[in-house]
Nanobody
């Protein structure tokens, strides 16, 4: 079993920055992709950014150039640096970790508990 603990959310003014962290712990064998999703009130959960085990990143068009995802494999942690925040970035942010019991196995996705980000105008 893998547990994810998120931190770093909060209230910030438009144009400000926040850094989210998500640390995985437990019986960790092989972490594949890691990512961040968000869900605003009344909307579906959407992908914000993802990063493969090899460091290849993918971003939603709405955050390109403003957000940066990174990971520290030694710490089993994924980060999301959010700059130039806008009110429309307000949402609950969830980290995801794709974990496999063996390196070539089918990964299972685990989710963090969510952290709230509020951007005031």
């Amino acid at each position: 079993q893998v547990q994810l603990v998120e931190s770093g959310g909060g209230l910030v003014q438009a144009g400000g920055s926040l850094r989210l962290s998500c640390a995985a712990s437990g019986r960790i064998f092989s972490i594949k992709a890691m990512g961040w999703y968000r869900q605003a009130p009344g909307k579906l959960r959407e992908l914000v950014a993802s990063i493969t085990s090899g460091g290849i990143t993918n971003y939603a068009d709405s955050v390109k150039g403003r957000f940066t995802i990174s990971r520290d494999n030694a710490k089993n942690t994924v980060y999301l640096q959010m700059n130039s925040l806008k009110p429309e970035d307000t949402a609950d942010y969830y980290c995801s970790v794709d974990h496999a019991l063996i390196s070539w196995g089918t990964p299972h996705r685990y989710w963090g508990q969510g952290t709230q980000v509020t951007v005031s105008s």
